[in-house]
């Protein structure tokens, strides 16, 4: 398999894990405590913010934002479509972009103001393994969201 297909797929499993967050999230509001939904709406929030700070730079945008955190309260509604949309993004981008276009390096600005310079398939990888990161972190404080189905694997999403 090529990288530009190991991207498509793995930015699949990206949209298809979650889509199946959000909506275990949507269903079982009952199941977890304010507390632990504000601090996971909060790490979904910074996924989106960098998500969406890297559509930018591989598009050579204007960052949309100074920082990768919000102090604004978190709605699950509003956090599912924007997710949705960046993950339709990168879908449809890895699903177009060449394999010369990968190892294109592309100067950009970070939100902390340093100067950035990466190839774009760095920047898919970070974006890959961030949201990893901070859906782990998002999984233990909802450790609910696995009893209800959710497993945030590759594996499961191949066997769908």
């Known amino acids: ?13 990206k949209a298809w894990s979650e889509s199946e967050l959000f909506k275990i999230l949507t269903e079982s509001p009952s199941t977890f405590t304010a507390p632990h939904l504000a601090e996971a ?4 929030a ?7 700070l890297f559509i930018g730079r591989l598009l050579g ?3 949309p934002c100074s920082s990768t955190t919000t102090d604004e309260p978190q709605h699950l509604s509003d956090l599912s479509l924007k997710f949705s949309e960046a993950n ?3 879908v449809n981008y890895t699903k177009s972009v060449t394999e010369t ?5 592309l100067d950009f600005v970070f939100a902390d103001g340093k100067p950035g310079n ?14 990893l990161l901070h859906r782990g972190m998002v999984s ?11 497993q945030d694997h590759f594996t499961t999403f191949l066997k769908q």
């Open 61 to 63: 945008n204007a960052m």
């Open 140 to 150: 233990g404080l909802l450790p609910f969201a696995s009893s209800e189905g959710w």
């Open 41 to 44: 709406l909060w790490h979904l």
């Open 118 to 131: 990466m190839k774009k398939s760095e920047m898919l990888s970070h974006v890959l393994s961030h949201g």
């Open 46 to 52: 910074h996924i989106n913010i960098v998500d969406n």
């Open 88 to 90: 339709n993004w990168f």
């Open 1 to 13: 398999m090529t990288a530009k297909g190991v991207f498509h797929s793995m930015f699949q499993y």
């Open 101 to 105: 276009e990968l190892e294109e390096r």
